[in-house]
């Protein structure tokens, strides 16, 4: 139920408001004959109608859902948006994407504040194309089941009221002052001249309050010669109501005696005319008396004291004017002429320029009374538009007063005041009554005992009862269907009564006896004490609606069932991409983003950055035709990766204009992970390929060379005559491809050995400097032909003694070292070994050519070398990391390397203690 309690508050507020500049100007200061429009009697004839009506009626009204998608509108901010943005807003709109850039995200908040639960109030100055505009707007959240689903909002332009207040907190003072000195008495009556309304200053006049005046009865308040005066005049007014040629805005200038509080009777000048309504027919009656005993005795000190008159004058928030006729000319107009219509007092001229500035529509109107009543020597009021120095009208209220002498008219004397807010307060009323009249919502009031009151047109159009039949004689129970329970009905009253707004569905009787559902509420209509006076119902004929719902729904479970089989995801969005709606499916690769956090984001935003652009061109293109299949790669928050197959359609209305996208998608990481493992398998598998190639060539290479080497030799030793220093040579070198041959073999039956785990470990103790030292014997005369340094670290411990197969130890570092030899042309090989808790970690350090980082990992593969060229300029199968990373295996140890390109490499084998 949407509270509305913060903006009847501020109606009430705004009533009292207009009562009180009411109240200010029923007490303003008039002269002699002057007529002044009260509206307070206005908002009393209307007051058990207008007043509930005004409390509970919106200026503008929207709600929205939590995507800020506008689920209602009312006519009055449609309009009023369209006004200020030139956007066309309807049900379904996106209200943040219908506001200008720089007002946004200020709006997003205040949303979203909403969202959270806060009902709260604001004022603003709102930028529009017609310029900045005043709101006050109360936010209020929807819940359904305890749970926020959207937000609705009540908004009102206060940019009037804003200047009106302005003015009114400027002039207050000044008015007060005014109120309290004159002695004007205003009054009103009905059409029987009973007295609705007297203002303070009848004590003045005749020493009695308003209350003890209205108490008494009219023969008691004047002598019978002034009641048969009255009465004539009546009876005469009456019949010119009747004319064809009946002039609407004349008024009587009456002399009648009243009786005073201590039974003296008063002379009394009674300037009167009819209140009317919009088709100008009387409704009441309205007057101002005045004391005329001492008018003369006035009016000469008011001459002689002129100056007093001037300065006074000139602090009332009017114009005070004195007129000669003879000369046709202003003899004063006070200071305020600025202030209400910008001439300064040397602008005004004759009674050209003043007919001249009259709106052409009142202009021969108000010309022709004014000519007409002062020859008649007879003081009158007028109310015209006058253009004001900027071209702008006002509404003025002008009383005029004559001094007469020799039975000529000597001077006029006058008033203006600008009615101008309240002649825009009398319109707005009377748009309102228009409104009320013209609703398609049902309205009605009734009195604190529940009898209907009041009913706009649509009551009768939707329940079948005309004014006749219910107005004063039936009560809202003659709606009721008999389909509500005795509870229900008990807890309305209880609200009611207990001054309580109620807000519901309803099963409703026409006329007819056909039933009808409403949507509804009631509340109470209180008076300024807070007291009720009757009961004030809005409703709304949703039974199509009841209908269309009951479809929708049966409509809505037939899909949902469908769509919660389908095998995949489904996911509808808006054309910005905002979705909407997910059915309950689940991927199997990855647990995806819950069903609940998925409404409301876009979802571009789980698009890869590789694809997003691709899918925002596809999204653009499927509009105008589908595009199939498409696949892309979905992240989201660095939480998950996974790949999907989706095909779109556009969702157009049944104009065939696009509302929205839907989209299913299947989740294929699973293939897509197959398919990457095939490539992956393939490559390694042409990788593999290269490398058996490239080690076949190798071991060709390695096992041919020494081969054609111990041929060569042989035959030179034994076919030819040699000397014994060239054959010593020969054996040597014979000798060194018989050993390189072997070397070959060996690591071939090594790699074979390995593979089929028949390599003989045999652990015991032994120190760990043995192993390196060993090295260094067999290598120690190689490294010094080569001008390389091959020393231990001189840190390393001769006393640690380590259980583990010593060979084997011995056979990698070997391969290490070898490796060493061969790639370093100059520089330093360090052996050595570090010890930690549970490891100690042998190590081969050289300065030789480096390994490029590329290759550092696949190093100890099998078939690998940094060179498989003939070109290489060092021997050897390739097969000695390999071997040394299959024993480190076997006896439980693990190989590894570091190295930087042109600074030399290390290689480690790291064992366990235990």
Not at 298 to 318: G, H, P, S
Not at 400 to 427: A, P
């Amino acid at each position: 139920m949407i509270n509305t309690d913060e903006y009847i508050k501020q109606l009430k507020e705004e009533i009292t408001k207009l009562r009180a500049e009411n109240e200010l100007l029923s007490n303003s200061y008039v002269n002699e004959s002057g007529e002044l429009r009260d509206t307070k009697e206005i908002l009393r004839l209307l007051e058990s109608n207008l007043e509930s009506i005004l409390e509970n009626t919106k200026d503008s009204v929207w709600a929205i859902n939590t995507n800020y998608d506008i689920i209602y509108i009312n006519t009055i901010f449609r309009n009023e948006f369209k006004a200020g943005f030139g956007v066309e807003l309807k049900n379904g709109s996106n209200i943040l994407q219908s506001l200008p850039t720089e007002i946004k995200e200020i709006w997003k908040s205040r949303y979203d504040r909403t969202f959270a639960g806060e009902s709260y109030q604001i004022e603003d100055a709102v930028p529009t194309i017609l310029g900045n505009i005043y709101i006050e707007i109360s936010f209020n959240p929807i819940y359904k089941d305890d749970k926020i689903v959207g937000a609705s909002f009540f908004a009102r332009n206060i940019t009037d009221r804003k200047n009106i207040l302005l003015k009114l907190e400027e002039s207050e003072e000044k008015y007060r002052t005014l109120a309290d000195n004159i002695s004007d008495v205003v009054w009103i009556t009905d059409l029987q001249m009973n007295v609705k309304y007297i203002s303070p200053s009848i004590y003045g006049l005749i020493g009695e309050t308003p209350d003890e005046h209205l108490s008494k009865p009219i023969f008691m308040r004047h002598p019978e010669s002034s009641l048969q005066l009255l009465n004539e005049i009546y009876i005469q007014e009456m019949q010119m109501e009747k004319s064809a040629n009946v002039d609407y805005n004349r008024s009587r200038k009456i002399e009648i005696e009243y009786y005073k509080a201590n039974g003296e009777t008063v002379w009394t000048e009674l300037n009167v005319s009819f209140i009317r309504d919009e088709k100008n027919n009387p409704v009441g009656i309205q007057g101002i008396t005045r004391d005329i005993s001492k008018r003369k005795e006035y009016q000469d000190k008011l001459i002689k004291n002129e100056k007093i008159f001037r300065e006074y004058a000139e602090t009332v928030d009017a114009i005070f004017w004195r007129y000669d006729p003879s000369l046709n000319k202003w003899l004063y107009v006070s200071e305020q002429c600025i202030k209400i219509l910008g001439y300064p007092p040397e602008e005004w001229l004759d009674f050209d320029w003043w007919a001249d500035k009259i709106h052409p529509v009142d202009r021969d109107r108000t010309i022709n009374f004014c000519l007409s009543r002062t020859e008649m020597k007879e003081s009158h009021s007028m109310t015209y538009r006058m253009m004001h120095k900027n071209g702008n009208y006002i509404w003025i209220y002008d009383t005029v007063s004559l001094e007469i002498e020799n039975d000529k008219v000597k001077y006029l004397y006058g008033l203006m005041i600008d009615i101008s807010d309240i002649k825009k307060k009398e319109e707005e009323l009377r748009k309102l009554n228009n409104a009320i009249s013209n609703s398609n919502d049902i309205i009605f009031t009734t009195d604190k005992d529940g009898i209907i009151t009041f009913i706009n047109p649509e009551f009768t159009n939707v329940y079948g009862f005309s004014n006749e039949e219910v107005v004063g004689k039936a009560t809202p129970r003659i709606l009721k269907s008999g389909l509500s329970s005795p509870e229900q009905i008990e807890y309305i009253w209880h609200q009611l009564t207990n001054k309580q707004s109620i807000f519901g569905e309803y099963v409703n009787r026409r006329k007819d006896g056909s039933l009808i559902d409403i949507e509804g509420s009631a509340q109470p209509i209180l008076d300024e004490h807070n007291e009720i006076l009757g009961y004030l119902g809005i409703q709304r004929d949703i039974t199509e609606r009841k209908r269309v719902e009951s479809e929708l729904r049966h409509s809505e479970e037939l899909h949902r069932g469908l769509l919660q089989t389908v095998p995949d995801l489904i996911i509808r969005t808006d054309l910005e991409g905002n979705i909407n709606f997910v059915n309950d499916y689940t991927f199997d690769s990855i647990d995806f983003v819950p069903k609940e956090k998925l409404i409301g984001k876009n979802i571009l935003s789980f698009i890869a950055q590789k694809d997003l652009q691709r899918a925002i061109d596809n999204t653009k293109l499927m509009i105008e035709s589908p595009l199939g299949l498409q696949e892309y790669e979905l992240n989201y928050l660095d939480t998950f990766t996974l790949f999907v197959e989706v095909n779109g359609d556009v969702i157009r209305d049944e104009h065939n204009i696009p509302t929205g996208m839907v989209y299913v998608i299947r989740d294929i990481t699973k293939r897509k992970q197959v398919e990457n493992e095939l490539i992956n398998t393939k490559i390694k598998a042409q990788e593999s390929e290269k490398l058996k190639t490239a080690f076949l060539q190798n071991i060709s290479h390695e096992i041919r060379t020494p081969l054609n080497g111990i041929m060569g030799f042989s035959k030179i030793i034994t076919e030819y005559s040699i000397s014994h220093e060239e054959k010593t040579e020969y054996t040597k070198l014979l000798n060194q491809s018989c050993n390189r041959l072997m070397n070959t073999v060996n690591d071939i039956l090594d790699i074979a050995r390995i593979d089929t785990e028949q390599v003989e470990i045999r652990k015991h103790d032994f120190k760990a400097i043995e192993v390196l030292s060993d090295l260094l014997m067999v290598y120690k005369d190689s490294f010094r032909e080569k001008s390389i340094s091959l020393e231990i670290n001189s840190q390393t411990t001769h006393h640690s003694i380590i259980y583990n197969d010593q060979k084997s130890i011995f056979q990698i570092l070997n391969a290490f070292l070898s490796n060493a030899y061969k790639f370093t042309l100059n520089g330093s090989v360090e052996l050595g070994y570090e010890l930690t808790q549970e490891e100690i970690v042998f190590y081969v350090k050289d300065s030789g050519t480096g390994i490029s980082h590329d290759k550092l990992d696949k190093i100890f593969d099998r078939f690998y070398q940094g060179d498989t060229s003939f070109a290489r300029g060092y021997e050897g199968s390739g097969l000695g990391l390999s071997i040394a990373k299959g024993l480190a295996n076997l006896i439980g140890g693990r190989v590894y390397a570091e190295s930087q390109p042109g600074i030399g490499s290390t290689f480690y084998l790291a064992l366990p203690l235990n």
